[in-house]
């Protein structure tokens, strides 16, 4: 099987991973930052909101299985990618919308998704697309983090509802269970 990975922010990476986990075709979802100007991530660092970075989930998956397109058309839909700074109740630069593609064709065809979802939406698209430079892998206590803490009040108020939405519109895509 050949693999494709791009590394995805769409607000908190608990989110993001346990989402992109539920997905037929993905092989891996890992949380970790992105995106900055500072030597080193961690948490503790990019929670201040100054070391540039965001939260991300790097995923690797099987385009025979998921299509871009079709990973895109989730990540749109879990997160709002017209707010700066702030994805609900989770606030800070660090949860800007941002696509990282590790191939020329993943940015030419992310460029073409947002494009295409300019003018459709209330406010403008913030989504950035850039090259992955550098991922940093988070703390290994947020690696799957819904999974170990399902019954957290922020997995089942934030989480649980982002995973229903994503089964109720994309249930071809979702994992049997």
């Known amino acids: 099987m050949k693999t494709e990975t791009i590394v995805l922010a769409g607000g908190c990476f608990w989110c ?12 891996s979802a890992e949380p970790g930052y992105a995106g900055g100007e500072a030597a080193t991530a961690t948490y503790e660092q990019v929670s201040k909101g100054n070391t540039g970075h965001l939260e991300v989930a790097k995923i690797e998956y099987d ?11 989730v990540f749109f839909s879990t997160h709002d990618a017209t707010t700066p700074d702030r ?10 919308s941002a696509i990282f593609y590790t191939t020329d064709t993943q940015k030419e065809r992310a460029e073409k998704y947002v494009a295409a979802l300019t003018g459709h939406t ?5 989504t950035t697309v850039r090259l992955l430079e550098t991922f940093y892998p988070a703390e290994n206590y947020h690696t799957k983090y819904y999974e170990a803490h399902k019954d957290a009040p922020y997995c089942q108020l934030v989480i649980a509802p982002k995973l229903e939405k994503v089964k109720e519109k994309y249930s071809y895509l979702v994992k049997e269970r």
């Open 16 to 27: 993001t991973e346990a989402i992109f986990t539920s997905l037929k075709g993905v092989v």
């Open 63 to 73: 385009p025979d299985t998921l299509s871009l397109e079709e990973l895109l058309g």
């Open 87 to 96: 994805q609900g109740n989770d606030v800070g630069p660090q949860y800007n």
């Open 122 to 126: 209330p406010k403008p698209i913030l």
